[in-house]
């Protein structure tokens, strides 16, 4: 019941915000509770956060709230304006907190071209599932694996330049933009794929966050004893930049492709504040298609590596996602499939790194009101594991599971 009294609270607290202070400041926000199963499991397969080797966020079957989540945006009469993502989240550890806040720039286009900038905190444009509220889903509670990483690891402090080609401005039906970006910090990116693998949640890490994961017996012994069972995802340790290209196509309102190529920089021999630099990089590419009034797809694939030590751990990451989406009237479902990889590429004995998994979404939700909505959730995903090897009698392959019944407010628009 106590998660029932803080939604109602937040209910309030929200709503309250939705009251319009001035024309150039917009607030949205959404949040979601209700009660998760889960299959009971044993110690070494509690959930990361609980350093353990699990996969799926939830900890046991109980009534608990999703994300509370809230963005702010700021347009004054100018060519600046500003957005701030902030959410409290129970799970890991009922933290309040920004995900996101950056200073965006956009002056009038110049003979049909948009020129744009922003500087600050933010993730690069690269989800095409993750367009909701303050880089939420509005296809199902948890995100796809890769999205979940990047929800987790990945953010960028630093300034983004985008060029756009409108197709309206040409008398064409593409639309062209070109992205570069250049950002420090996001060092240790790359940390909790190689020991725990992916996972599947709808968990971001607030700006200022620790995550945990499993003390695995390989951080006791040399050449892994400096790493500790937690990473800051978004420290600068080694003072290189990093940087991400991108380039976005869109054809009328059916289809869109996005294409990025990220790069951190690291030096992968770098340590400070108990983190060591990971060399991170990826190739990214995500697609939608509006096949009718009534269905759509969603995909992304990344393919990449990650390097800590130099050489002490060397990851290959390869995984992709296919979301189907089908709406009618105030009904919404939603089906899933993710597949993941990890291959360890390098000779550190006592800690192999190999990995797989799929896992199968499916979402009903019915909009019972503007604000309000009702949704039912299932999620299953089968996993193996290497690093689970270093406990004795501890599963290497290993299925979890879990059904969610949600309650899902937001504010009206």
Not at 43 to 57: D, F, H, M
Not at 107 to 134: C, K, T
Not at 355 to 383: F, K, R
């Amino acid at each position: 019941m106590k998660a029932w009294a803080c939604l109602g609270l937040c209910l309030a607290t929200f709503q309250l915000g939705a009251v319009e202070i001035a024309p150039w400041l917009q607030i949205s926000a959404k949040g979601e509770a209700g009660y998760t199963s889960v299959r009971q499991q044993p110690k070494s397969l509690r959930p990361w956060w609980q350093e353990g080797t699990g996969q799926l966020a939830a900890a046991r079957s109980d009534w608990m709230l999703g994300p509370q989540l809230a963005s702010i945006h700021i347009t004054p009469d100018s060519d600046f304006s500003a957005t701030i993502n902030g959410q409290w989240q129970q799970i890991p550890d009922k933290a309040l907190g920004l995900t996101e806040y950056w200073i965006n720039y956009a002056p009038l286009p110049i003979s049909g071209y948009r020129l744009r900038a922003r500087a600050g905190w933010f993730y690069p444009a690269m989800s095409l599932e993750n367009s909701d509220v303050a880089w939420s889903s509005p296809y199902s509670s948890s995100f796809s694996a890769i999205n979940s990483w990047i929800g987790e690891e990945l953010r960028s402090q630093g300034v983004e330049l985008s060029l756009s080609r409108p197709g309206n401005a040409f008398n064409s039906a593409h639309n062209f933009t070109a992205v570069a970006g250049g950002f420090r910090g996001n060092d240790p990116i790359g940390t909790l794929i190689s020991w725990r693998g992916f996972a599947i949640h709808s968990n971001q890490t607030n700006l200022n966050q620790d995550i945990d994961f499993a003390y695995y017996p390989s951080l006791e012994v040399p050449p892994l004893n400096w790493q500790p069972n937690w990473v800051k995802p978004f420290v600068e340790i080694d003072d290189r930049l990093g940087y991400y290209l991108g380039l976005h196509w869109q054809w009328q309102q059916q289809t869109e492709l996005r294409f990025y190529f990220y790069d951190n920089n690291a030096d992968p021999s770098a340590f400070a504040m108990e983190q060591y630099a990971w060399h991170t990089q990826f190739s990214h590419l995500a697609w939608h298609q509006q096949l009718n009034d009534r269905w759509q797809l969603v995909a992304q694939w990344m393919n990449g590596n990650t390097e800590m030590g130099p050489g002490v751990v060397n990851v290959d990451f390869n995984l992709w996602f296919l979301l189907a989406n089908y709406q009618l009237d105030d009904w919404q479902f939603s089906a899933r499939l993710d597949h993941w990889q990890q291959m360890d590429r390098d000779l550190t004995p006592l800690d192999d790194n190999n990995g797989n998994g799929e896992g199968l979404t499916a979402s009903v939700q019915y909009q019972w009101t503007p604000e309000i909505s009702v949704q039912l959730e299932w999620l299953l995903i089968d996993t193996s594991q290497q690093s689970r090897g270093q406990w004795q009698h501890w599963p290497i392959d290993r299925k979890f599971g879990q059904s969610s019944l949600l309650l899902v407010w937001r504010l009206p628009e």
